[in-house]
């Protein structure tokens, strides 16, 4: 009964994940993402073939984006199998669709995780905290890396903690797997590890002897995190099956000399230097919904001690300490910490379960929640389509952050509503330049049926309202003079707008 | 009302977040009043038409696209600020128009604030002090590159890393570089010259201020280590040679002009032995603040 009801809430939750947004814009990483999972899913659908274990046949199919780990590709690879191969669906929406699922079993995940902490008060507060994050709502949309890393960050944690507790087969072997999935997803996986090594030592602290300081005996599931897991990620990721050593270099040498990405934060340009320490605790205080803030400030400090709270402070830390230092590239909004979110939900949920408990009527304190969740609500609807242009009401939504020298958007997205307006303007197969950052578009335009051309050839030149590429203003000025067309916003504020292409007129 | 808070205090803290939220995220949604609307803009605009074209026109706050549209078309004019240095020395000043109380930070002191209404025009220094009209580094998109010898080639393969010569090694670009001259840091614009050819770098036409600022320097681990490199500045009519020797330092000219002269400008680089020459140019049009 148990299970028939969880995969009624599971069922209804991936519904509300498609029908909160069945035209998200796809993202400049499409165009990686998308061919590597085919390519991997196209290995997998053959792998009772005895040549597909050959190294010549492994390296073809991995090769495609192999600097990023398989675990997120595979994924969506199996959402383009099913989604795409039988039932027909687009690639793109067949990719999105096993991220949606991963979003709402990550819900249902953090739910259970509070439930048995705070009671179905706090846990519901906590799933709703969760789902009414319109940042996470984009990754959770999109065919990224980012949130398969963070439902496997947070399902390897919650098994880790159960595992610490009850080592028996089961749940060491749970934590084995959610691991392996983690640390096969993105390179966030490794920094979690780090803060359950963290929470181990704080619980199980060592003793001193003498002048020795002796840590206690490492527990199953730790050396389940730290031995088994690694090699299960390894033996999930056939690229580095062969020439391990070089591979394995090539790989940490990516993500160490990773190439920058403009960033604009707070009135100022970052590209060949990253932006400073702060600027990812910003980012989250700006784009989580305050009412979420305050619920989780509340259960970091009034909340009951327990392991739930200490493990979710210490991995929110670790996350965002790894994304803080100093040379750390800081860039694309929340998405390089995104495993913070489903924790920020659960110490929200402890928060609001220990402030509940002032309400003597259940009723009064389901109310309470459903009245708090109103403004997170409202942001969730009211930026549906644009949730990477969405800010919290610390600074004043996306007006206000713009004002404040904050990013309206970032990705390089193929807005439906630009593909509307475009056809608004020009007909098929019509020149089309898009500006500052021409490059990412071009495979949009080709698949809307437009032309990519020279501006100066264009019949349209698109600009999107981006301050981090440094000759927008410059752009700005040179094509309001042919003339401006239309302008679509979100928030009042512009997101690209469309003028008359040609040879300039300055 | 306090009664209530001292026996909840959490909850209400809770309903008054939730309220001031509710409140900030209804209030953020809604179109607020828009610049072009307000008092003094037709006269604030009409102020703007006798402002010269090296004038950079920014309208505050940055969601006025329609104000934008309404500027006279002569001026160049945007809803933010170049974020960088060298773009801003494009222009000789910067005006913004917004509501009053506008400032636009980064720009040092005001030069001049108006009042006309609601609206405010306020006017800000190029913050070098100098106006670059042309600097190679900034401009590589606008300038035309070929390699001429027995054949001539025009280098218009665009890379990240610059303009390379299509059928030439990776080495015959000109684009971003740093090299280490006097034992520090020298950005500049690669341009390696070529046994036997002429590596041409021709600027777009344009009008001259009162100097051209030509640098030169070879990278320090090869600075010695083959022939000179001659490099021939032309502007209009006007010629000037200079040579970089087989030595360490920058070669630094300045070739006066004539404010207000229109001539096309080229710089030629050759050498007798283009072996180990990692030489990087600065070419800058500039003019004093008037």
């Not at chain 1, 619980?203 to 005996?217: M, S």
């Not at chain 1, 929110?316 to 860039?331: F, H, I, R």
């Not at chain 1, 608004?424 to 578009?441: C, I, S």
């Not at chain 2, 006798?50 to 934008?68: G, M, N, R």
Request: hydrophobic share 45%; with cysteine; net charge positive.
């Amino acid at each position: 009964m148990k299970q028939l009801v969880r995969l009624s809430i599971f069922v209804g939750l991936v519904l509300l994940g498609v029908a909160l947004e069945p035209a998200q814009p796809p993202t400049d990483d499409m165009r990686f993402y998308v061919p590597a999972a085919k390519s991997y899913a196209s290995w997998l659908s053959h792998v009772w073939a005895p040549s597909s274990w050959s190294r010549a046949t492994l390296d073809a199919a991995f090769a495609p984006n192999h600097e990023h780990p398989p675990v997120a590709k595979y994924v969506m690879g199996l959402g383009w199998l099913v989604f795409h191969g039988i039932f027909g669906l687009d690639e793109l929406t067949a990719c999105r669709l096993p991220i949606i699922m991963l979003w709402a079993w990550t819900c249902l995940v953090v739910f259970r995780w509070v439930l048995a902490t705070a009671g179905p008060l706090g846990a519901l507060a906590a799933a709703s905290c969760f789902v009414a994050m319109p940042r996470v709502l984009f990754d959770a949309h999109a065919e990224t890396l980012d949130f398969t890393v963070t439902a496997f960050v947070t399902a390897a944690g919650w098994s880790f903690l159960q595992a610490l507790e009850n080592p028996q087969q089961r749940t060491l072997v749970k934590t084995a797997v959610f691991h392996a999935l983690a640390l096969g997803s993105k390179l966030n996986a490794p920094f979690a590890v780090a803060g359950e090594v963290v929470y181990w030592l704080l619980r199980d602290r060592p003793r001193r002897v003498g002048l020795d300081l002796r840590i206690q005996p490492i527990p199953a599931a730790l050396l389940v995190v730290l031995i088994v897991a690694p090699l299960f990620t390894l033996a999930m990721w056939p690229w580095m099956w062969f020439d391990t050593a070089a591979r394995l270099g090539a790989y940490l040498r990516f993500h160490v000399n990773h190439y920058n990405i403009l960033f604009y934060f707070a009135g100022a340009l970052y590209d060949d230097q990253p932006a400073p320490w702060y600027a990812p605790i910003t980012m989250l205080l700006v784009t989580t919904p305050l009412v979420t803030l305050v619920f989780a400030l509340v259960g970091v400090v009034k909340a009951d001690s327990s392991p739930l709270k200490r493990f979710a402070i210490i991995q929110v830390a670790a996350q965002l300490v790894a994304v803080c230092l100093p040379g750390t590239p800081k860039y694309g909004g929340v998405k390089l910490f995104l495993p913070v979110f489903p924790f920020i939900a659960m110490l929200a949920g402890l928060g609001f379960a220990m402030a509940a408990r002032e309400l003597a009527k259940p009723f009064a304190r389901y109310a309470l929640l459903a009245g708090c969740m109103v403004p997170a609500a409202i942001g969730v609807v009211a930026y549906r389509g644009y949730w990477l242009s969405y800010y919290n009401e610390l600074v004043g939504g996306v007006r206000g952050a713009t004002r404040a020298g904050f990013e309206r958007q970032y990705y390089d997205l193929g807005y439906p509503a630009l593909r509307q307006a475009l056809a608004d303007h020009v007909g098929p197969r019509g020149r089309v330049a898009v500006l500052p950052n021409p490059k990412e578009y071009a495979s949009y335009l080709r698949n809307w049926g437009f032309t990519a051309a020279a501006p100066e050839q264009a019949d349209i030149v698109v600009l999107t309202h981006e301050r981090r590429w440094p000759d927008y203003p410059d752009q700005q000025a040179r094509w309001r003079r042919s003339g401006r067309l239309t302008t679509v916003k979100v928030g009042d504020v512009p997101l690209f707008s469309l003028y008359r292409g040609g040879p300039a007129t300055n | 009302m306090k009664n209530a808070i001292r026996a909840a205090p959490l909850t209400s803290l809770f309903i008054g977040v939730a309220l001031f939220a509710t409140i900030r995220t209804i209030t953020s949604l809604v179109p607020g009043p828009s610049l072009a609307s307000r008092p003094g803009f037709e006269e604030a605009v009409a102020a703007l038409a006798s402002y010269d074209p090296t004038t950079f026109v920014v309208v505050s706050p940055p969601e006025q696209t329609e104000a934008l549209d309404r500027l006279p078309m002569h001026l160049p004019a945007s809803d933010a600020l170049p974020a960088k240095l060298a773009l801003l020395t494009r222009w000789s000043s910067f005006v913004t128009l917004g509501p009053r109380g506008t400032t636009l930070k980064g720009l040092g002191a005001e030069l001049e604030r108006r009042s006309f209404g609601d609206v405010e025009l306020v006017r800000y220094d190029n913050p070098s002090g100098e106006r670059v009209i042309f600097d190679l580094a900034r401009d590589l998109d606008q300038v035309t590159v070929t390699l001429e010898g027995e054949t001539s080639i025009t280098c218009n393969l665009r890379e990240s890393d610059g303009l390379h010569c299509p059928g030439r090694p990776s080495w015959n670009r000109v684009g971003p570089a740093q090299l280490t001259v006097n034992g520090g840091a020298w950005p500049g614009t690669w341009a390696h010259p070529v046994t036997g050819h002429d590596l041409k770098i021709a600027l777009p036409e344009l009008q001259l201020s009162d100097t051209i600022v030509l640098e030169a320097a070879l990278d320090d681990g090869v600075a010695r280590n083959g022939a000179p490199v001659e490099l021939e500045l032309q502007a209009g009519p006007l010629v000037r040679k200079y040579t970089r020797s087989a030595a360490q330092g920058v070669l630094a000219a300045r070739f006066p002009t004539t404010p207000g002269s229109h001539a096309p400008v080229t710089l030629t680089l050759r050498t007798s032995a283009d072996g180990q020459r990692h030489l990087a140019v600065r070419l800058r049009i500039t003019a004093r603040r008037q």
